[in-house]
């Protein structure tokens, strides 16, 4: 599966952006699509994640409420919307592709075999 992610940017904090991840190259029927973001010094952090089929949903505990996934199965598309961003949001931010695991597994860096290049988002204070 190839990843493109885009949307990132600088944003106040408080703020909104909505991230995009389109996939292509092969079906997704079975997989799940996750977001993760990494800042320097720190280890790559799960974010949230969605499952093509069904469209059930995951998220780190300390994102809930803040940010939603949703998916266009038309545009083979996966959203992050990201509200009352907090500097402490800034990030690259990846999406990536994992097949054939349990929702739950997700949540797993190593789950995932194809990672798109990133997009950049950073929030100010």
């Known amino acids: 599966v190839q990843l493109q992610a885009s949307g990132g940017g600088l944003v106040q904090a408080g703020g909104s952006l909505r991230l995009s991840c389109v996939a292509s190259?092969?079906?997704?029927?079975?997989?799940?699509i996750g977001w993760f973001r990494h800042t320097p010094g720190k280890e790559r952090e799960f974010v949230a994640a969605i499952r093509w089929t069904g469209g059930a949903t995951a998220f780190a505990d300390s994102l809930k409420g803040r940010f939603t996934i949703s998916r266009d199965i038309t545009k083979t598309t996966v959203y992050l919307q990201m509200n009352s961003l907090k500097p402490e949001d800034t990030a690259v931010y990846y999406c990536?592709?994992?097949?054939?695991?349990?929702?739950?597994?997700?949540?797993?860096?190593?789950?995932?075999?194809?990672w798109g290049q990133g997009t950049l988002v950073t929030v100010s204070s």
């Open positions: 990536a592709a994992a097949p054939r695991v349990i929702l739950s597994m997700l949540r797993v860096l190593s789950s995932y075999a194809d």
């Open positions: 190259g092969r079906t997704l029927s079975g997989y799940g």
